[in-house]
């Protein structure tokens, strides 16, 4: 059986830290080790609209830099496809199937739903499409046969709904679809990074985010007015690590070579922790350490963005071919389920032969 990977990002604006340590590094990773017959990565324009209606110039002017973002982190045109939602048509027709085996009140039970209703103020004016977005994404991961998702910690409930879906064509239907399985980051620290305000996600609604896209000057400043901890006001007073977001972003990224090249008094983040909490260490030198442990990873990926910059024409290339390909492949997965629903009148050679049969007997 192979394994293939389907994963992607809506477009709503640059991508974050959040997202790389949430679920762009596992991507990374996968595609470089190669256990995989197949690797899509779809940027979800559709979706995006579902909440975002009335601004399309958002999503239009966000397909560039989404992409531009997973280029200059290492995702390879060469070992993965990329596509553009809207572009793959079979996507929407399976998802209108799709929505006759799921009711109403469990879409509004989903965890990851419920959250964003409240979370974007829909409680008493809600998108429909926005409330059948479990659904459209169950359309994304299985039309191109994928069983392997990586995602943020956040997006779970959403994959079990995805498995609910797939169980109940399968069952009523014929056997077609995979259950698809989540990839979440072992870094604990990395399912869900904290804004810069100490706020439990980094969010681009609530402006506390460093972007990949970043100027070097723009990531000190985010650094240097970053959350620690409020109870430590002097540098003798003993420090929290616990919920300080400084030391939550130099769990996700710092290495031991980290010390050795920039902090040589410690061997490790164990010791720097264990210091702070004793007390004797100020926020700005663990800020200071945290800023070059960032740049170390960003200087590379600011090249890489910079030098995809120089030919818009060819990123948009490469999504364009990705697309088609998709489709492609779209198509011949629809083919399958119409023919599982019994819904494919012309391509059945059968049918007419058994319906005249039918009427001559009368």
Excluded: W
């Amino acid at each position: 059986m192979k394994n293939i990977i389907l994963t992607g990002d809506r477009p709503t604006g640059k991508l974050h830290l959040g997202h790389y340590v949430g679920s762009l590094k596992n991507r990374v990773k996968m595609q470089n080790e190669g256990n995989y017959d197949k690797m899509y990565v779809m940027i979800a324009d559709a979706q995006a609209l579902t909440d975002n209606f009335d601004n399309p110039k958002k999503i239009r002017e966000n397909i560039t830099e989404v992409m531009l973002d997973y280029l200059s982190v290492g995702l390879d045109p060469n070992k993965v496809t990329f596509f553009v939602q809207s572009y793959v048509k079979e996507l929407t027709e399976l998802t209108f199937y799709l929505l006759n085996l799921v009711t109403l009140s469990r879409l509004e039970r989903n965890p990851t739903v419920k959250s964003e209703i409240k979370s974007k103020n829909f409680e008493t004016s809600l998108p429909t499409g926005f409330l059948i977005y479990p659904v459209s994404q169950t359309s994304d991961i299985i039309l191109f046969d994928s069983n392997i998702v990586p995602v943020g910690e956040d997006q779970e409930p959403m994959l079990e709904q995805a498995r609910e879906l797939v169980r109940s064509f399968n069952s009523t239907y014929k056997e077609i679809f995979r259950e698809p399985k989540a990839v979440i980051p072992e870094n604990k620290v990395c399912r869900r990074l904290p804004g810069i305000d100490g706020n439990a996600k980094m969010s681009k609604s609530l402006d506390n985010c460093i972007y990949l896209s970043d100027s070097k000057e723009e990531v000190k400043k985010k650094v240097m007015s970053m959350f620690t901890d409020p109870g430590h006001i002097k540098i003798t007073d003993p420090g929290k690590v616990e919920g300080n977001s400084v030391f939550t972003y130099l769990d996700a990224f710092c290495e031991d070579y980290h010390f050795e090249k920039y902090l040589p008094e410690y061997k490790n983040l164990d010791e720097l922790k264990d210091h702070y909490r004793r007390g004797g260490l100020g926020d700005v030198k663990i800020k200071k350490f945290l800023n070059k442990v960032l740049e170390d990873f960003l200087v590379p990926v600011r090249e890489k963005r910079a030098y995809y910059e120089k030919d818009i024409s060819k990123l948009f290339k490469i999504m364009e071919n990705g697309s088609k390909e998709a489709s492609a492949y779209g198509k011949m997965k629809l083919e399958q389920v119409k023919d599982a629903m019994g819904i494919n009148y012309f391509d059945d050679n059968n049918l007419i032969s058994e319906l005249q049969i039918k009427y001559d007997q009368k």
